[in-house]
């Protein structure tokens, strides 16, 4: 089982959170990421998701996406991969497997009669639900602080069934992903942090690769198809 937070996407050009050139710097997380913050500022909300939509133009996946399609090939469906990310590389790389925990940047939601679907450009007040035609009633499909990450039934029985488990681009601040390795470790599994730093979780972790994800993890990947 593979975790992938921000990091993974950082040599494709898409900042992290938490780093110098940080996503939420400027801006308050109460602001822009949680549950509470829809219903005080649905447009602020809307709006912060609006210009990650945008910044992603012409976005590509890198070598360390590209490394875990590869894996995903030679290890058929003993492979899962589990993202924290929103964007759209993973699949983009062609990884099949894949769960979206916190959501999907380009996947709306409609307070007004539940549906959520694929989404372009800007959310704006007047932008009516295709679905049901309602205006003002839309968000980001997007799991914000304060809500239930998704498929946690599915991550968990995986969790509970890897042999190995590896974490890449985490900082291991945000739960239940940070937990992750817990779980895993306690059902006997080996486990990995590849990562360009310390993390709140390294210690957790039985063994550690350092370094950037476009080459750790490309060195990872032919080391366990034994390439
Ligand atoms: C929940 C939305 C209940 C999408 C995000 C007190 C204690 C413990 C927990 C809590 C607490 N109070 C509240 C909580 C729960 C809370 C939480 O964890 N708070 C933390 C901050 C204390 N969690 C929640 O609310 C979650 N829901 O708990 O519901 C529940 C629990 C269990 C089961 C069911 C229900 C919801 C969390 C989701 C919040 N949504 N974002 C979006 O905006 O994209 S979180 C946000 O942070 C992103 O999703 C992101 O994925 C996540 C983690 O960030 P990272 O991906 O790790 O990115 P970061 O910038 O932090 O780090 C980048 C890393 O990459 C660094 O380590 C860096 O060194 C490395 N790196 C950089 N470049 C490279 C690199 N590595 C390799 N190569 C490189 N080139």
Same mark, same amino acid.
């Given at each position: 089982?593979?975790?992938t937070?921000?990091?993974?996407?950082?040599?494709?050009g898409?900042?992290?959170f938490?780093?110098?050139?940080?996503?939420?710097?400027?801006?308050?997380?109460?602001?822009?990421a949680? %549950?509470e913050?829809?219903?005080?500022?649905?447009w602020?909300?809307?709006?912060?998701?609006n210009?990650?939509?945008?910044?992603i133009?012409?976005v590509?996946?890198?070598?360390?996406?590209?490394a875990l399609?590869?894996?995903?090939?030679? @290890?058929?469906n003993?492979?899962i991969?589990?993202?924290q990310?929103?964007?759209?590389l993973h699949?983009?790389?062609?990884?099949?497997?894949l769960?979206?925990?916190h959501?999907?940047?380009?996947?709306?939601?409609?307070d007004?009669?539940?549906?959520?679907y694929?989404?372009?450009g800007?959310?704006?007040?007047?932008?009516p639900?295709e679905?049901?035609?309602?205006?003002?009633?839309?968000r980001?499909?997007?799991?914000l602080?304060?809500?239930m990450p998704?498929?946690?039934d599915?991550?968990?029985?995986?969790?509970s069934?890897?042999?190995l488990?590896? %974490?890449?681009?985490?900082?291991?601040?945000?739960y239940?992903a %940070?937990?992750?390795?817990d779980?895993?470790?306690?059902y006997?599994?080996h486990?990995?942090?590849?990562?360009?730093?310390?993390?709140?979780?390294?210690?957790s972790?039985?063994?550690?690769?350092?370094?950037? %994800?476009?080459i750790?993890?490309?060195?990872?990947?032919?080391? @366990?198809i034994?390439?």
């Amino acid at each position: 089982m593979v975790l992938t937070g921000a990091g993974i996407s950082a040599e494709s050009g898409i900042p992290t959170f938490r780093g110098p050139d940080g996503l939420w710097h400027g801006r308050r997380v109460e602001d822009v990421a949680t %549950a509470e913050a829809v219903y005080r500022d649905r447009w602020g909300v809307n709006e912060f998701f609006n210009e990650r939509r945008n910044g992603i133009e012409g976005v590509k996946p890198n070598a360390a996406h590209e490394a875990l399609v590869k894996l995903e090939s030679k @290890i058929g469906n003993n492979f899962i991969l589990v993202t924290q990310n929103i964007d759209p590389l993973h699949e983009m790389a062609g990884s099949k497997n894949l769960i979206h925990m916190h959501g999907e940047l380009f996947s709306i939601q409609c307070d007004n009669c539940n549906s959520t679907y694929f989404f372009q450009g800007d959310v704006k007040k007047e932008t009516p639900c295709e679905k049901c035609g309602k205006t003002g009633s839309l968000r980001p499909d997007v799991v914000l602080f304060g809500e239930m990450p998704k498929m946690m039934d599915e991550i968990l029985y995986a969790l509970s069934n890897c042999d190995l488990f590896v %974490a890449i681009g985490t900082s291991g601040v945000v739960y239940p992903a %940070a937990g992750f390795v817990d779980v895993a470790g306690r059902y006997g599994a080996h486990t990995i942090e590849v990562n360009a730093a310390d993390t709140e979780r390294s210690y957790s972790f039985a063994e550690r690769i350092t370094g950037p %994800a476009s080459i750790t993890v490309t060195e990872l990947v032919d080391k @366990i198809i034994g390439e």
